[in-house]
């Protein structure tokens, strides 16, 4: 069962673009909704990430939209730029607890062209 | 170190051969991940630990893969009589009790020939 589901696979953009990347997620219980950043040949790194009791967070030129009732939530990238290319992916995690692991969705590949 | 220390950073194994990674996470991370990663692929959930509890193994593949955390602290994953679908990137990651960011290491990158 996929918990977390992100689309597109993949997404090309032009520089200057806005960049969007969807996730859904099923258990409720989730209640931190991270996005991380991949490079070839490095691990991911965390970029932006949202709680349930906030509809967005904005840092710099990455904004993430956040619906409770629709149980989504979205990557927003304005001004697209070709060092953003990368593989994007989002996650969700119950915080606090004793199982607080967290479970990412399939990525997505973003180009942006010059 | 200031960050998750995977080692090697790469390994090559012929067909049958046992491998050992080692993860070493940042000082005070009380929870630890593995994850898989094929060529182009998403991550896959390997194994969990959190703490002095029971590690959520649900995401092995086979029971080839073992993994243990020693000490609170290093981890090592163990894949017995590799097989070429082995081949992938294996990356840890560690945070802190309660959830939030995940570090994750450079990965360990391993070629089963």
């Known amino acids: 069962q996929q918990q977390v589901k992100q689309s597109p696979q993949s997404l090309i953009v032009q520089k200057g673009g806005i960049s969007i990347i969807n996730c859904a997620y099923e258990?409720?219980?989730?209640?931190?909704f991270p996005w991380y950043q991949q490079f070839p040949g490095k691990g991911p790194a965390l970029l932006i990430a949202?709680?349930?009791?906030?509809s967005e967070k904005k840092e710099g030129r990455f904004t993430i939209s956040f619906n409770k009732s629709a149980k989504q939530f979205s990557l927003h990238i304005m001004d697209s730029q070709p060092g953003d290319s990368a593989t994007y992916f989002c996650?969700?995690?119950?915080?606090?607890?004793?199982?607080?692991?967290?479970?990412f969705g399939k990525g997505t590949l973003l180009t942006v062209n010059p | 170190g200031a960050g998750v220390s995977q080692s090697p950073s790469n390994k090559v194994t012929e067909k049958g051969k046992d491998v050992e990674l080692r993860c070493d996470p940042i000082s005070g991370h009380t929870a630890l991940y593995w994850y898989r990663q094929s060529l182009g692929q998403g991550l896959e959930f390997l194994i969990y630990f959190q703490g002095n509890s029971a590690p959520d193994k649900s995401g092995l593949p086979s029971d080839r893969f073992s993994a243990e955390r020693t000490g609170g602290s290093v981890s090592t994953l163990t894949i017995q009589r590799t097989q070429q679908e082995d081949s992938a990137v294996y990356l840890c990651?560690?945070?802190?009790?309660?959830?939030?960011?995940?570090?994750f290491g450079q990965g360990t990158r391993l070629t089963v020939v």
């Open positions: 258990n409720t219980a989730f209640d931190y």
């Open positions: 996650a969700a995690s119950i915080r606090g607890g004793s199982n607080y692991k967290l479970t």
């Open positions: 990651a560690s945070s802190f009790p309660g959830g939030g960011e995940a570090f």
């Open positions: 949202i709680r349930p009791d906030v």
